[in-house]
């Protein structure tokens, strides 16, 4: 019993997820074992369509309210992965991407709200501009290697607003880092990279190359992004003195507290 008390909700998640992922490399990478017949289809489908239901369920565990814009944001993931799994129609893979789209504009939208309580230095200024330059041209680039597999408008349409709202994501949650150097701003800008990059490897495997590993990794950052998208909006609802306090990557990435910094180590 006391064993039980000790194990936390989050840890459990955090166990329930390396589950994901090992079920996830399997599948791509030793597809082989399966007796049956497309069973490493099957299981990453499961686990993209079970990733976002996971989530909320922990979540909810723990905390009985969500701020409606941060649940309509899974709840469009949620619905842009079941349309991706599915497939029933011609048209799904479209809703899907429409799906992911709106997701990424709500994600703006959060963003532009703190945004708009921060004010730009000279270097920052300089940063964001570099920051919003580099992905503008690495859009460019990817986009004159695939133009020619786009199948129709609305696909490419498609692809143009989400590259366009990759790009806003990256710039504000630079700008949001930048400024404030918290643990939620830090994990906003990681939640924010893995989105972009999994985006990218998705475009490159379905339009220009196929390759398992990318096609993996793909899947992989989906995972992460929704799971630091999950610790975000936990961390937001958590009543918390420390939540605007700041931190640098590697307090981040390595937590430490007051008695193990005065610990003396003798070289």
Same mark, same amino acid.
């Given at each position: 019993?006391? $064993?039980?008390?000790?194990?936390?909700?989050?840890?459990?998640?955090?166990?329930?997820?390396?589950?994901?992922?090992? %079920?996830?490399?399997?599948?791509?990478?030793?597809? +082989?074992?399966?007796?049956?017949? *497309?069973? +490493?289809? !099957?299981?990453? #489908?499961?686990?993209?369509?079970?990733?976002?239901?996971? !989530?909320?369920?922990?979540?909810?565990?723990?905390?009985?309210?969500?701020?409606?814009?941060?649940?309509?944001?899974?709840?469009?993931?949620?619905?842009?992965?079941? %349309?991706?799994?599915?497939? %029933?129609? *011609?048209?799904?893979?479209?809703?899907?991407?429409?799906?992911?789209?709106?997701?990424? /504009?709500?994600?703006?939208?959060?963003?532009?709200?703190? =945004?708009?309580?921060? #004010?730009? *230095?000279?270097?920052?200024?300089?940063?964001?501009?570099?920051?919003?330059?580099?992905?503008?041209?690495?859009?460019?680039? !990817?986009?004159?290697?695939?133009?020619?597999?786009?199948? +129709? *408008?609305?696909? /490419?349409?498609?692809?143009?607003?989400?590259?366009?709202?990759?790009?806003?994501?990256?710039?504000?949650?630079?700008?949001?880092?930048?400024? #404030?150097?918290?643990?939620?701003?830090?994990?906003?800008?990681?939640?924010?990279?893995?989105?972009?990059?999994?985006?990218?490897?998705?475009?490159?495997? +379905?339009?220009?190359?196929?390759?398992? $590993?990318?096609?993996?990794?793909? &899947?992989? !950052?989906?995972?992460?992004? %929704?799971?630091? =998208?999950? &610790?975000?909006?936990?961390?937001?609802?958590?009543?918390?003195?420390? #939540?605007?306090?700041?931190?640098?990557?590697?307090?981040?990435?390595?937590?430490?507290?007051?008695? =193990?910094?005065?610990?003396?180590?003798?070289?």
């Amino acid at each position: 019993m006391k $064993l039980r008390h000790k194990i936390k909700p989050n840890t459990i998640l955090a166990y329930v997820l390396l589950v994901l992922f090992a %079920l996830n490399c399997l599948a791509s990478y030793q597809s +082989d074992i399966f007796v049956f017949k *497309d069973v +490493d289809v !099957l299981i990453s #489908k499961i686990t993209t369509l079970i990733t976002t239901t996971i !989530l909320l369920t922990f979540y909810f565990a723990q905390k009985n309210r969500m701020a409606t814009v941060f649940f309509t944001i899974f709840l469009l993931f949620f619905i842009g992965d079941a %349309l991706a799994v599915f497939n %029933l129609v *011609d048209i799904s893979l479209k809703l899907a991407e429409a799906a992911y789209l709106c997701a990424y /504009l709500l994600i703006i939208f959060v963003l532009f709200g703190q =945004l708009k309580r921060i #004010k730009f *230095d000279g270097i920052v200024s300089i940063y964001l501009i570099l920051v919003l330059l580099l992905n503008s041209y690495f859009l460019y680039v !990817l986009y004159g290697v695939v133009k020619e597999n786009f199948v +129709d *408008d609305l696909n /490419l349409g498609l692809y143009i607003f989400n590259g366009v709202a990759l790009i806003v994501m990256c710039f504000f949650a630079f700008a949001v880092y930048l400024n #404030k150097e918290t643990s939620q701003s830090i994990t906003y800008l990681l939640m924010v990279f893995c989105f972009v990059f999994s985006d990218v490897l998705k475009y490159i495997c +379905d339009l220009y190359v196929y390759y398992w $590993l990318f096609e993996l990794f793909e &899947r992989m !950052l989906h995972l992460i992004a %929704l799971y630091l =998208l999950y &610790r975000y909006v936990f961390e937001h609802h958590t009543a918390s003195e420390h #939540k605007e306090q700041k931190v640098t990557l590697t307090e981040y990435f390595i937590p430490t507290t007051a008695k =193990l910094k005065e610990i003396r180590v003798n070289l």
